[in-house]
């Protein structure tokens, strides 16, 4: 390094005062074109994956939002003809717990909006919520069957109370990694 700083101080006077010889700029694009032609350019690829990551989360924020909307309809119809015939105090709680939940899955539903990075435990959250809900609709099936069994009655709530565990813990869980929602 020091051979070249005394070589350019020795040879100032040269390199500010001549020209490049004939040709020199010609032979420089040229080299430098042969340069970039050997190589894939970096940032466009870049870009297009930020741009399939983005996408790729939107995608998957929406199935979410699609799974979660479309996630109670078909058994709530059942549900709601088989507890025609059970107490009074039975269908409260029951609706209690129902309400809840509905604001938890709004919660999620809004987390998944605004915080796509949750989309892996979102995921298997509805997976937990798809198998509480099988056996949930096993339980109105027993309950249409045997409308007075306390058994079934206190599955039922069991299980209401085991969905909402798990909503519960799976907002504790987001809210603790900073992933809240934008109000």
């Excluded at 970096?42 to 939107?58: E, F, S, T």
Aim: charged content about 25%; aromatic content about 6%.
């Amino acid at each position: 390094m020091e051979k070249l700083e005394d070589f350019i101080r020795n040879k100032q006077e040269l390199f500010n005062g001549e020209e490049p010889p004939a040709g020199h700029l010609e032979r420089f694009d040229t080299r430098l074109a042969r340069f970039r032609a050997g190589r894939a350019p970096v940032q466009p690829i870049r870009l297009w994956m930020k741009i399939a990551a983005g996408i790729l989360a939107l995608i998957t924020t929406g199935l979410i939002v699609f799974e979660m909307a479309t996630y109670d309809s078909a058994a709530q119809t059942n549900f709601q003809e088989a507890t025609l015939n059970l107490p009074d105090d039975l269908r409260e709680v029951l609706s209690y717990y129902q309400k809840r939940s509905d604001q938890r899955l709004v919660e999620m539903e809004n987390l998944a909006q605004n915080c796509p990075e949750t989309a892996r435990s979102i995921t298997m959250t509805i997976r937990d919520l798809a198998q509480i809900e099988n056996n949930l609709n096993e339980l109105v099936v027993a309950l249409q069957e045997n409308p007075s069994d306390s058994r079934v009655q206190a599955a039922l709530v069991q299980n209401y109370q085991a969905r909402e565990s798990l909503l519960d813990s799976y907002l504790l869980q987001a809210n603790m990694e900073n992933c809240k929602t934008k109000k």
